[in-house]
């Protein structure tokens, strides 16, 4: 049993999501805000790694709608980074934070979930599916959050939209950022849907395992 996952992301033309020094660039459309917006609105909970938090903090919350009704917040933060006044820890919506056992730093959140010496997703998804009840997760980010539930083999749907606007720079980062390959040979996708979403498009993938 774990949760079903959906990694939703923008990137540029050139397929960055940030520039060089990792701040947050607009690259979505107002159309493609709008989708976001309700696509929120259909999961259980929204789930990005620390380094998008210290980069953009992120509120992750469907705006107007009360701390019932949006989605849980997940941060996977194994070193303890995210700081005390973080968007993501205020009372909007519940928070989870995962980390682990070597971090000492505590947060005033709904809960937290302490793993071993690393954060291990297979294990995490089935504890957030059997202790919480999380049927669906989106994935937001960052780059080495995605590329880690890749490599895993754990991305049920993904979504990028590709804005009208060029990046560039060797080292921005990437949708699926990391160390390396997420499997030998590229991670194989069928592509079910393109959909022009004003100054660009989205696209809608299925992984194949």
Not at 28 to 40: I, N, P, Q
Not at 105 to 114: A, L, N
Not at 180 to 208: H, I, R, Y
Request: aromatic residues 6%; glycine residues 10%.
């Amino acid at each position: 049993m774990r949760p079903f996952v959906h990694v939703n992301c923008a990137m540029s033309a050139d397929g960055k999501i940030a520039g060089v020094e990792r701040k947050q660039v607009r690259i979505s459309s107002e159309e493609d805000k709008t989708r976001v917006r309700e696509l929120r609105r259909k999961y259980d909970a929204i789930l990005v790694g620390v380094g998008t938090v210290l980069a953009d903090d992120p509120h992750l919350i469907i705006k107007g709608e009360d701390y019932d009704t949006n989605p849980i917040r997940i941060v996977l933060d194994p070193h303890g980074k995210t700081p005390d006044d973080a968007l993501v820890l205020d009372e909007s919506a519940p928070t989870v934070m995962v980390t682990t056992e070597d971090c000492e730093k505590e947060w005033d959140c709904e809960e937290t979930i302490v793993m071993g010496r690393q954060i291990d997703l297979p294990t995490l998804m089935e504890k957030l599916a059997e202790d919480i009840g999380i049927e669906s997760i989106l994935v937001e980010g960052g780059g080495n959050t995605i590329a880690e539930f890749f490599k895993n083999k754990l991305v049920d749907r993904y979504t990028v939209f590709v804005g009208g606007l060029l990046i560039g720079g060797r080292s921005a980062p990437t949708p699926a950022d990391g160390d390396g390959w997420v499997c030998e040979g590229g991670q194989k996708m069928n592509l079910d849907s393109v959909e022009t979403l004003g100054n660009g498009a989205l696209l809608t993938f299925t992984p194949v395992y």
